[in-house]
């Protein structure tokens, strides 16, 4: 049971927001003074102090959330760490690691699940677990031959034991402890030692953390407006049901986005955070401009522009989607397979996430999509008719709307059974649809081929769209860099 719950429901009850959800929001606002503090007098100094300083905070916040079971975070710091260190570098620490805290998060689930999406402290543990099994890692690679290891796996390894302060620090630290994002123990220290400073001093942060948090109350502000007209009540309601297939899949699609948007504005509200502390610098471009992207969770440029599903993918929970990336797509590596390895990050997420069966056919209709959308466009830019309408200015645009369309409303479908849990609750919205979704993309592979034959071409190789614009013509380039899109979690 959370502390000071009163006032906060109260409040919460006055503007119509969940206490849970408000108590949320005012723990990532916290985490903006505790910054301040601590780039004003300890910034680079007093390491352990540091430490000390992050897990009272850290803490406070979790205390604040969810009262004594904080404990729970405590228990899963020390077991980790006493095994660890006893067995240190060794690949059963990194067994150990995955079972138990896997194990504890499951039992957790299984003992804590509901019939809703609840906001309770097995959110900020679902953030524990991945960081305390990434620390294993780091230890276990830093104990490895040098040349064994790959580009991300040399800049992470720790060669040394951390401190069991440095590693309780790494999860409580205040910007990230509740819901993220994701980082290496490896940047936390470098971080505490100053590495990401001028002369002493930690870099100028104030104005792109400002613009962050504005960024991230705005969504707030969006999702807030848009949950009151179209939210799962209205899914369920007589309303709905008697909308024609379009319409249906269009108030899919904006009850996927809006539901995004929860997670987006708190993702980018921790973000500011960790910008205004120093903890997201990620060095200097070509021009000598600060990066500030070291713990980006969302790039929501490209998420806004997305028009193809391998953007939406790649756009949101960056942090975690790099996690699993290199400590289970990558390590799986020795198995030959792709398939088998994306199947794995897949589960693996979905068994993160809970027990419930909604995120399980929703990670499955990320593997149908992404899999079926690799497959079109592989057979469509074969034709050079179709490439040449596409480059075109006018077919560029017009594609984008339809694309856009489409990816709205089935990343919509996919969001249905995330949001609502269990198939008494997301299985009748999924019979109104028809289940198209599923029979769109798990068909696929079934008239791919009838696709391929339709679009047969054997002309010249069309004109290619470059960054200047297209390769032979001129013109604005309305090209979105494809970013790496492997997995996606809460």
Known sequence: MAVYGDWVDALGERIGAPGAALRLLISLLMAYPMAFFHRKFMYGKYHNLQHILFILCGSYIGYFNYGWQLMHAYVCILIQYVVVWVSRGTLFSVVFAFVFQMGYLLAEYYLTESEKYDIKWTIPHCVLTLRLIGQAFDVYDGHRDFDDLSKDQKQQALKTMPSLLASAAHIFYPGSFMIGPQYPMKRYLDFVEGKFSENGKPFDSIGPAMKRLALGLFYVGIFQIGNIYVNSELLFSSTFKNLNFIMKMLVVGIYGKIVLYKYVSCWIVAEGSCIYSGISYNGKNDKGV???????????????????????????????????????????????????????????????????????????????????????????????????????????????????????????????????????????????????????????????????WLVKDGGSKPPRRTEGGLENGSGPSNTIPQEKASVKSE
Request: net charge positive; charged share 15%; proline share 2%.
């Open 290 to 452: 600060i990066q500030w992207t070291g713990c980006e969770n969302i790039d929501i440029y490209l998420f806004e522009k997305s028009y193809k599903f391998g953007h939406m993918v790649g756009s949101f929970n960056k942090c975690t989607n790099t996690w699993v990336a290199q400590n289970v797509y990558k390590r799986l590596k020795f198995l030959g397979n792709r398939q088998i390895s994306q199947t794995a990050a897949l589960v693996f997420l979905a068994v993160w996430h809970g027990l419930h069966s909604g995120y399980y056919v929703c990670f499955f209709m990320e593997f149908l999509i992404m899999n079926a959308e690799k497959q079109f466009e592989s057979i469509i830019t074969k034709n050079s008719a179709l490439m040449r309408w596409h480059n075109s200015t006018i077919g560029f645009w017009i594609n984008v709307v339809i694309l856009k369309t489409f990816v709205m409303c089935y990343f919509g479908f996919c969001m249905v059974p995330f949001t609502l849990l269990k198939y008494r609750q997301w299985g009748p919205i999924y019979k109104d649809l028809y289940y198209s979704g599923l029979l769109i993309f798990g068909a696929f592979p079934a008239y791919a081929p009838i696709i391929k």
